[in-house]
């Protein structure tokens, strides 16, 4: 830390302004009008509620299937026509799609 007060003071005054300026930039504080194309929050909350409600939807449908995919078995109901690979009668577990 000390080698870099050191540089850092040693430097000419602008220098020394560029390495304390904070890195972010900061955001505008005042109320932006709105321009062209862009619309209020007020405009656009129905759309986006609807978009969060299909994708809690969405998501819950899709965990349903997952749950259901763990729990499906598959049985053979008909004799294959090739050698059998596992033992007659055997449950297989499904693992997924």
Known sequence: MKEF???????????RRALS???TVPRDQGVR?????????EEVK???LA?????????AFEGLI??????ATV???????GPPSSPPGE???CRGF
């Open 51 to 59: 978009e969060q409600r299909e994708q809690v939807q969405r998501d």
């Open 46 to 48: 129905p759309k986006l």
């Open 75 to 81: 049985r053979v109901l008909y004799k294959p026509e």
């Open 66 to 71: 997952s749950d259901l995919r763990k729990q």
């Open 33 to 41: 009008e709105n321009t062209p194309g862009t619309r209020s929050f």
């Open 91 to 93: 449950v297989i577990p």
């Open 5 to 15: 007060e050191a540089a850092a003071f040693a430097a000419d005054p602008a220098c």
């Open 21 to 23: 300026r904070p890195r």
